[in-house]
């Protein structure tokens, strides 16, 4: 199964975020952390989070970019289990039947992403529409995109 991985360009990034992910930790897309905020209350690091982050699921930071990636079920599951756990302590998920079905949705998505070959590196662009917020994610050329693991 693939999965969305976090790869970093370069030291400048670490200064885009309010925090950063850890190259190699697996990541969502993250969107919801920005549901219930205004789009003006939006500035800043929190800004660019919003823009083109994806969230890194372990460090819940932030990075521009990542790559398909080969994930194991039992690293799937991990993850989903981190995220459940991340929404209850932090979301006010209601118990973690809830959190878990969210986690499995967020997951399932994410997941989505990656139908294509392993290695290729992928940005998203998100603002904010009539419809809520709204999400385009594309393919990076490799070429020129440098990066750290």
Not at 43 to 55: E, M, V
Not at 80 to 100: C, G, N
Not at 116 to 142: K, M
């Amino acid at each position: 199964m693939r999965f969305p991985r976090i790869v970093r360009f370069d030291a400048a990034e670490r200064q885009a975020f309010p925090t950063m992910a850890e190259p190699g930790e697996w990541a969502i897309s993250g969107a919801f952390v920005f549901s219930v905020r205004e789009p003006g209350m939006l500035i800043g690091k929190d800004l660019a989070a919003f823009r083109s982050g994806f969230l890194g699921v372990g460090s819940f930071g932030w990075a521009s970019r990542v790559e398909v990636a080969e994930i194991t079920d039992a690293e799937y599951r991990r993850v989903v289990e981190t995220l459940a756990q991340h929404l209850l302590e932090h979301f006010d998920a209601p118990d973690l039947a809830a959190a878990s079905a969210f986690a499995e949705e967020e997951c399932s998505f994410a997941q989505g992403l990656c139908d294509r070959a392993v290695g290729t590196l992928l940005a998203v662009e998100r603002s904010f529409g009539a419809q809520g917020i709204a999400e385009r994610f594309r393919i990076v050329e490799r070429e020129s995109a440098p990066m750290s693991r």
